[in-house]
């Protein structure tokens, strides 16, 4: 049979694609996965992998990977260039989040510095907003429009929507998986305005190239990203004058404790903020605690200090005239790179080494002691550091061993994966490679243990369903009902991975609600056709197409209690009318999913439901896959 191509782009993915997979199998991994004396199949096992692994599979995603081999699979995960020509063209509308810091300050500014602008441009008066409020909005719109300058929201719209086009449709699903660990890992947030408009452009440029990559290069790029510098007040930080620094510098500091320093609330993290210039140690204080050593690494105060005085100086390029980067900006207009660098000044891409706000003086941290005069190197070396101490191999194990095995997961397993951090001078892939190819990976008190976070549970609905998103934005005000705002985390800490912060009363009928929206097609730009999920074959009764789409949506699982836990939903003659109050305006949630027959489980949504589509007016099917979704079992990976 001959096959036409549209395209000599499309030829060319086929070819490449048939060259990488051949490489694969002709070239076995140098791996082994012990999952068969845990006594599971090669279809058992390579479902596991890819609940952990990926977004979500299918049984089609299962027969791939049995067919190539799960270690063969994972070597092209951890390589991460599959083409992904079908997910480029859904980005390609999205022209904001290509663009680079700089140009976002040029096209999305901050309300604020739109009007300080239209005000020394004497397009807008200061007292205006008093004396008419809705003529001062009209044209502060207007002179936005003739500057070309957009909403910041619309930036944001768009970094949100291609997070759940990735998730959803990537090829590199493990790139994606880890691009979201360390995110959340190195957490920065929209909440703070300072830090906003970076964001795009650090998970782009910092999170995903490195997510696969060394650790030490991982936590120099964020130490170094505008985003972080904002997000944690580093770039001001400065040496004091010296008539503040020199008697604060000859003082005894704290005598090093045993042990660490005491936990301290999430929220109280970002509340710890100097308000006049000089040194800030929120930096230093969290890239030990949160990044790198974590609460029992050893440190002190006494190294927190001396920390934020080696990172002293670490700032943005200024990118803007406005804001906090205008006074640097008219040094280096008044001086000139050339000068600046002759003088210890660095610059990388949108970072800067600012010499003149360095503290030059001795340092000390964790013993190793930081010569007077060394200037920028200090900080990189700082880092290094961190970076490969045995505490932040333990750290970074520990937490990755959580995301991928269990919320508590063996020591032993641990210990292996910190081993191979260490030896492989912090190595993502390779301590992937080590926690995958151990047997407490494989054992039965990881099998289904992990809770999908809100996001996860959504995004591997749809990938579940084959669904078409449509409308990515109406997934993500979903994911936010259901107790996971995207970006949003205010804390350093970032979302914690455990089941207990994801399972209350509130979200498990959030979760119902939403498997149940999505079925009958009640949220809008979210495309599902069930019936030919089963190759359009119609189950002869609910009870049956409760097996056949429970084997579909949660492949390789062993259902009978599940089936004998979801049946009577199925008989709950209100089921009906609750899919259509899943979608409805101003409603509330309360009780528990296990009484969700006995209880009116909706939810507010500010959009319209959409029209049923031939394929969502088959109530019973609707019925069937909403309850799957929402079942305790699909909540498990």
Partial sequence: MKVKFKSIA?????VSLSILFSSYLTHPAPFKFPYAKAGLTDRQAAAHLLGRLTYGATPEDIDKAVKMGLENW?????????????????????????????????????????LRMAQSEGFISKDSVVTNKKAYREKLQLYMKQKGFLPQQELFRQFINQKILRAAYTENQLQEILTDFWFNHFNVSLNKNQCAEFVPAYERDVIRPNALGDFETLLIATAKSPAMLFY???????????????????????????????KRPAMQRL?????????????????????????????????????????TGWTIYPMSGYGAGAAMKNLVNRLGEDNLKKRGFVRDGDFM????????????????????????EEGVELLKMLSSHPSTARFISRKIAVRFVSDNPPQSLVNKMARTFQENGGNIKQVIITMVSSPEFWSTEALRQKTKSPFELAISAVRSLNAEIKQPYQLYQWVSKMGQKLYYYQAPTGFPDNGQYWINTGSLLNRMNFGLALSAEKIPGIKVDLARLNSNKEPESADAALRVYSELIMPERELDATLKRLTPMLKDPAISEKIEQAAAAKATVSGEMNTLTNEDAVIEDNVKPAPMSKAASNMMLAQVVGVIIGSPEFQRK
């Fill in 10 to 14: 499309g030829l060319i993915v086929v």
């Fill in 74 to 114: 994972l070597e092209l995960q951890l390589a991460a260039k599959q083409p992904d020509e079908s997910l480029a063209k859904m980005l390609h509308s999205y022209d904001a989040i290509n663009l680079s810091n700089a140009e976002v300050l040029n096209r999305y500014p901050k309300g604020n510095q739109v």
């Fill in 232 to 262: 944690l007040d580093n770039f001001s930080s400065m040496a004091p004058s010296n008539e503040e620094s020199q008697p604060a510098m000859q003082a005894p500091l704290r005598p090093a404790v045993q042990g660490s320093l005491p």
């Fill in 271 to 311: 509340q710890q903020r100097k308000k006049s210039q000089g040194l800030n140690e929120n930096y230093a204080r969290e890239v030990m605690e949160l990044h790198t050593l974590g609460v029992d690494g050893g440190y002190t105060q006494q190294d927190v200090t001396q920390a934020a005085r080696v990172l």
């Fill in 353 to 376: 080494f600012a010499a003149n706000r360095h503290d030059n003086g001795e340092k000390v941290v964790l013993g190793k002691k930081f010569p007077a005069g060394r200037g920028y």
